[in-house]
């Protein structure tokens, strides 16, 4: 898995396989798949009408299992909590975490990973 990628508080950031803020090289995952926006409350995904869609995998807040992945409405948005994965096209290729910490030593965010 790659390094995580902070993200830090604002946006909306674009989520693209080209010329996006967050550029995912797959064929899977649309030329602008999605949207982020960090804020101190947490994060919150949009899907931008994407072909393969974004999906979201909440965490269980006891033991941290993620649960089925469900597939987001285009322009619906959907917060994120701390242990959620979100998916941006092929399920098993690109998944994100929002971090406890916020993703970042100093202030808030998130990281992809």
Known sequence: MPPP????????????????????????????????????????????????GSYVALADGASGALGAPRALEPGVPARLAVGDAVVFGDMFLAAFRLDEDGGEEEGGGAAAA
């Open 5 to 52: 990628i902070p993200l830090p508080v604002g946006g909306p950031w674009t989520v693209g396989r080209e010329a996006a803020d967050l550029t995912i090289p797959l064929p899977t995952v649309s030329a602008r798949h999605a949207t982020l926006t960090v804020s101190d409350a947490g994060v919150i995904v949009a899907d931008a009408g994407s072909t393969n």
